[in-house]
């Protein structure tokens, strides 16, 4: 795999995070503990990207 190719997949990912966090914190039966583990994982993906564009 390429790395742009590798860099889009990673964005793609980074944003579907970014709805799955914002539709857990919407969702009142979603604990803290998951919408934070979403977020980590968010800002993982985030890193690797900013990593892999240098």
């Known amino acids: 795999m390429s790395v742009s190719a590798h860099l889009t ?3 793609r990912k980074h ?4 709805h799955e966090v914002e ?5 009142a ?3 803290d503990l ?6 980590k994982q ?3 993906l985030k890193e ?3 990593r892999l564009s240098v």
């Open 23 to 27: 539709q857990a914190q919407r969702s």
């Open 15 to 18: 944003e579907t995070l970014g």
């Open 9 to 11: 997949e990673l964005k």
């Open 48 to 50: 690797e990207i900013e």
């Open 29 to 31: 039966g979603i604990d």
């Open 34 to 39: 998951h919408i934070v583990q979403l977020k």
């Open 42 to 44: 968010k800002l993982k």
